[in-house]
């Protein structure tokens, strides 16, 4: 017999011969006991070898793709061997195995199977079409599923999946094995007709960069590769917030929802031409603090990426303006007769001037507000009435435009002195001196009726 048949370049010529040797050979104690015997021709079959892991340097025969098993096979049928054996002794460090495995899947099993058939000149079973698997990818609040949907006329049997992914995926389906950390085997026993499973979700910080794997038929008689579906249809991409021409200042909020029919791979923004922001998932905000750059117009691209590799692209053009309002006092003007100082104020923005007050306070009181009428377009006035009293009057405007932006005057003080006017004054100084005399007539009167009543009582006595 041969054992392990590895170095024979020619099998189908080396077994031949080896086979008519064994048949035609008849030991004499046979002859001399009249039996009519012969021996056995035991051809074996190897798929391949490789011991490289456990010896050095070892020894390395290529499996061609299952050619050089077949090869073997075909040697052994053809030579009319009795038996043949299948040499996959210390099978998985040597390299010898037809099990089913990560590297070969059900190759050499199925092809055991094909040439043992032969051999034995079985019946061979009905053919059964390879079943069709196609992966697809959805999205939910969890992340991006993979989905494996049976598209085919059979059930698929021992389907056999390998995903690669970037961050984590978590497998809700199948049994499965760690590759590495980038990368899982995953075995489905049984997809029926018209079946769909959900395989695994990466969640939204996760990525999903590769799927493939086959899937076989019942009696693993045929196999296929899943396919992934075919996908032209790029991503869609809805605003919540801008929409675009808008007026921005300070700290402003881009709002996006995506979505795709098979999944979306990735989000992106650009603000002129710069990436400032990516991330996976269905929603998306990105804080933009605008003082950043400069006023005036700006470019916002937003790109997403659907897993079969389509674009979808929409861009924005927003203006930036983080300039205040041009404020300041053009005239004050103090009233004294109605107790009133009068301030006229400038105030001028590109965006529109939204609102204009004025503050003031009398000496160390709290500061009041009071909302600035316009009188013109960029003129305003502000009249403040105060107490007719002594005290100094401090005050300062501030303009804010449509989008916040703030501008202030400097404080400024003015001194507030009550007198009385010389005409007046003397009006009440000759009013006053009368009521001084009448004063002091009706004193001299009163202590005169006095004296006169005491004096004549005290002349009786």
């Given at each position: ?257 995506v979505n795709d029919n098979t999944g979306v791979e990735r989000f992106e923004i650009y603000i002129d031409d710069e990436l400032v922001y990516w991330g996976r998932g269905l929603s998306h905000s990105f804080e933009w603090n605008t003082s950043e750059v400069d006023d ?129 004054a003397l009006f009440i100084g000759r009013y006053l001196l009368i009521g001084i005399i009448a004063f002091t007539v009706l004193v001299a009167v009163i202590l005169v009726f006095i004296a006169v009543r005491f004096g004549s ?5």
């Amino acid at each position: 017999h041969t054992y392990a048949p590895l170095g024979i370049d020619d099998h189908m010529s080396m077994y031949a011969e080896m086979a008519e040797k064994v048949k035609n050979y008849i030991h004499p104690e046979v002859l001399e006991k009249g039996r009519a015997a012969r021996r056995l021709w035991c051809a074996g079959v190897i798929p391949g070898f490789d011991d490289r892991k456990i010896r050095h340097p070892g020894t390395y025969v290529s499996r061609k793709g299952g050619r050089y098993y077949e090869r073997i096979w075909r040697a052994a049928i053809a030579s009319g061997a009795d038996i043949v054996t299948i040499c996959s002794w210390n099978e998985w460090h040597e390299g010898t195995e037809i099990e089913p495995s990560r590297e070969y899947g059900f190759e050499y099993l199925n092809l055991t199977r094909k040439f043992v058939q032969f051999y034995k000149n079985a019946s061979v079973f009905p053919e059964i079409p390879a079943p069709r698997l196609v992966a697809s990818f959805r999205n939910n609040a969890a992340g991006t599923v993979l989905v494996l949907s049976n598209e085919g006329s059979v059930p698929a049997v021992i389907t056999s999946l390998i995903v690669k992914y970037r961050g984590t995926v978590l497998v809700s389906h199948g049994y499965s094995l760690n590759i590495n950390n980038v990368a899982k085997i995953i075995f489905i026993p049984y997809i029926g007709l018209n079946e769909e499973i959900e395989v695994l979700t990466a969640p939204v910080n996760s990525e999903i960069t590769i799927v493939e794997g086959v899937a076989w038929s019942p009696g693993l008689s045929a196999s296929a590769a899943i396919a992934i579906r075919s996908d032209d249809e790029p991503p869609r991409i809805d605003f919540t917030s801008l929409t675009g021409g808008e007026r921005v200042a300070g700290q402003v909020y881009l709002k996006v929802n995506v979505n795709d029919n098979t999944g979306v791979e990735r989000f992106e923004i650009y603000i002129d031409d710069e990436l400032v922001y990516w991330g996976r998932g269905l929603s998306h905000s990105f804080e933009w603090n605008t003082s950043e750059v400069d006023d005036g117009f700006h470019t916002v691209v937003f790109k997403v990426f659907d897993m079969a590799g389509n674009v979808a692209e929409k861009s924005l053009e927003i203006v930036v303006d983080n300039t205040p309002p041009i404020l300041k006092i053009l005239d004050t003007m103090l009233v004294e007769s109605e107790h009133s100082f009068v301030v006229t104020i400038e105030a001028m923005d590109s965006g529109g001037v939204g609102e204009v007050f004025l503050y003031y306070r009398l000496d160390s009181e709290d500061w009041r507000k009071m909302a600035v009428k316009r009188v013109d377009n960029s003129l305003y006035k502000g009249i403040i009435t105060y107490e007719s009293r002594n005290a100094t009057l401090a005050y300062f405007v501030e303009a804010k435009d449509s989008l916040g932006n703030i501008a202030r005057t400097d404080i400024e003080n003015i001194d507030i002195i009550v007198y009385q006017h010389p005409e007046k004054a003397l009006f009440i100084g000759r009013y006053l001196l009368i009521g001084i005399i009448a004063f002091t007539v009706l004193v001299a009167v009163i202590l005169v009726f006095i004296a006169v009543r005491f004096g004549s009582k005290k002349s009786g006595i």
